[in-house]
RNA sequence: GCCAAUGUGGCUCAGGGGUAGAGCAAUUCACUCGUAAUGAAUAGGCCGUGGGUUCGAUUCCCACCAUUGGCUCCA
């Protein structure tokens, strides 16, 4: 075991703890406060937790602070983080407390002060000349901040709620070694290199427009790999049974009406009018579906019935919320209703399970599954929502995945299984889900014929898997940093003739290589052959074919791949049919 | 929507009250080339949009639009 010999080495082996980085960067959040009391003592502090990545500190300035203040804030905290003051605690009452914040003008503790019950021992901690009611635990001497960076200053409300003030809030991240946050800055970067954003400009996928805030262009490579992942999509959905419908983007506001969707979501719909009569751009697909749902009676004998629908939904989002692909205005969602009788739930539910989980390990994500249940302000009977929860609930346990419960977060009408995937950086995005809905097949009245003969009310649920494709378009360019694995990949192969003599044979070399369906490029440019294979890396094709003299002759191409590192990047010569086939074996 | 920042050729960015600059990309010419940048030349901008201040604004001020980082929201 290792024998560790002063402080440091005690903090910096805590600091690999969960609790140890809290505790350290809690104290980091109270350093930062001193350091703005200290420069601006008419700021009022609000909270300063720490977060899962650093810590962040609420003020109420009463002035514009911009990133000059911000660097000041972070010189002045270096300074105090010298004077290596230790961390008292102390308990006071709830009175005492009040009156200390209340003497320092500190209206927002006092408020939480407030809150608490009267007998309330409170704890605080103080370091020189600072100090403030902490829950803790903190570390003991602030000297063990070796670094800091403040890294973004943001508007937060009070208590996070938009009808309170609005406070300046500080994000920072600090280390007990400088190399740690040398390390932390290099990810951050690496971060912003996957950037799905500068990759969908770099590698031709796809834009943003000034004309139309959060409504993608895709560009004929981004398009492409969205065209594959809906063959994909289909090709796996055919074998699972799945009908596929459209219907119209825009419908009768009569419609929404029926739905609930012009009570409930009208701030988040696009609406026009024709002929004295109001339409809406359809934020969901479900509306649509039930509608064809409708057009025939059904019998049990259908069930248990799969519709999927790759429709476009339009939402009006709030224009700070826009994110790239990740959260726009226009998205294809890969929805599915399936319309079943209450003993072909559970298994539905599994079968939808398995077909996430293929899904997903397609592209190598890992995943959790949260059970999200009845939230406040929901319909429908005591009765249905427990069938509804425990019909979840058996199915994931039936298949044995571990899953984590979200209480009181489900949908209004039912609750839901979310999937939230994690990336090869080890963020997570919440894209598949499953949700029971009570509430459509009653508000369209929906039937089928059971074996009785009787009219029964279906039992449905409604399922995404991407998602929204296009957010799932996005998250594969950052899983994958633009390096995609080949049947994903828009460009397969790039062509590279060493000269322009061989540009001929390079041409008939596409041409054969497409008829065989491999997406194939072919660089035209009078350069030379390592300018082109620069050119080509940078667009991380998977594989670069070149081809000159040698080449022509055998009928072959030379073919490296991507993958340099490895140091196999050079496959050597070969003819069409091995490469086809190497390509589809990737 | 709210807080803060940003907006300069296709891209990345410099500049700054007197009418704009680099690198890459593009085009042309020469070279016809064997595994991460051949050389030279040319063209390309109403400095996000609209107002204001000024003899003069891309630069200063205001409004708007869009983007970025957050907050809120996310049926």
């Known amino acids: 075991m290792k024998i560790l010999r002063n402080d440091q080495q005690v903090l910096e082996a805590a600091f690999e703890s969960k609790e140890g980085k809290k505790a350290f960067w809690h104290t980091s959040a109270h350093v930062l406060a001193q350091a703005v009391k200290r420069l601006y003592p008419e700021a009022k502090c609000a909270i300063g937790p720490a977060i899962e990545n650093g810590f962040y500190y609420d003020f109420d300035f009463g002035f514009p602070f911009s990133e000059e203040h911000l660097r000041a804030v972070e010189e002045k905290m270096k300074e105090i983080v010298k004077e290596s003051l230790s961390l008292q605690v102390y308990e006071v009452s709830k009175d005492e407390a009040y009156a200390y914040m209340e003497e320092r003008n500190e209206s927002f503790k006092m408020e939480l002060i407030r809150e608490m019950a009267d007998d309330a021992h409170i704890t605080f901690y103080k370091q020189g000349d600072y100090a403030e009611f902490c829950a803790g635990p903190h570390i003991g001497n602030i000297s063990h901040i070796k670094a800091i960076k403040l890294l973004s200053v943001a508007g937060a409300y009070w208590r996070g709620d938009e009808h309170n003030p609005m406070l300046t809030r500080i994000y920072g991240i600090s280390f007990p070694k400088a190399s740690m946050l040398e390390e932390y800055l290099l990810q951050l970067e690496e971060a912003r290199a996957r950037d799905h954003r500068k990759l969908g ?209 489900g949908a209004f009408y039912g609750p839901k299984l979310d999937f939230h995937i994690k990336d090869s950086i080890g963020r997570t995005w919440q894209c598949g889900t499953i949700q029971l ?111 000159g003299e040698k080449e022509m002759k055998n009928h072959s191409m030379s073919v490296r791949s991507r993958d340099a590192e490895e140091g196999k990047q050079d496959l050597g010569e070969m003819d069409v049919a091995s490469f086809v086939n190497l390509v589809s074996e990737g």
Request: hydrophobic content about 35%; overall charge negative; some cysteine.
């Open 437 to 547: 809905d009570f509430q459509l097949p009653q508000r369209f009245d929906l039937d089928y014929i059971g074996q009785d003969g009787e009219k029964h009310r279906p039992i449905m649920l409604h399922r995404v898997v991407f998602g929204s494709i296009d957010r799932f378009l996005g998250i594969l360019i950052e899983h994958y940093a633009g390096k995609f694995p080949v049947w994903l990949s828009p460009v397969q192969a790039k062509i590279l003739p060493v000269s322009d003599k061989y540009l001929e044979y390079a041409k008939s070399l596409a041409s054969e290589l497409s008829e065989k369906d491999v997406r194939v490029e072919l660089d035209k440019s009078d350069e030379k052959l390592g300018y082109k294979i620069r050119a080509a890396r940078m667009e991380k094709v998977p594989y670069i074919i070149v081809v």
């Open 201 to 409: 400009k770099e590698l031709e996928l796809f834009a943003l427009m000034d004309e139309g805030p959060g409504l993608p262009f895709y560009f004929p490579k981004g398009l492409m790999m969205k065209n594959i992942l809906i063959d994909y999509w289909r090709k796996i959905h055919r074998r699972e049974g799945y009908q596929e419908i459209s219907t119209p983007i825009m419908l009768m506001r009569t419609l929404w009406e029926k739905s609930g969707h012009w009570d409930h979501y009208r701030e988040n719909m696009y609406t026009t009018s024709v002929d004295d009569t109001d339409y809406a751009i359809k934020p969901m697909n479900c509306p649509g579906g039930m509608l064809v749902y409708k057009s025939k009676q059904h019998s049990y004998r259908e069930f248990p019935m799969r519709v999927g629908e790759l429709g476009i939904v339009h939402r009006a989002e709030k224009s700070g919320t826009l994110h790239g692909l990740m959260r726009a205005r226009c998205f294809t969602q890969d929805d599915a209703h399936i319309f079943m009788r209450e003993d072909q739930v559970e298994s539905e539910i599994q079968g939808v399970m398995r077909l996430i989980d293929e899904f997903y390990a397609r592209f190598g994500f890992k995943y959790e599954i949260e059970l999200s249940t009845r939230p406040e302000n929901s319909i429908g009977s005591d009765e249905e929502w427990e069938l509804a929860i425990n019909s979840l609930k058996s199915a994931v346990e039936g298949v044995g995945k571990p899953y984590a419960i979200n209480e009181g977060d």
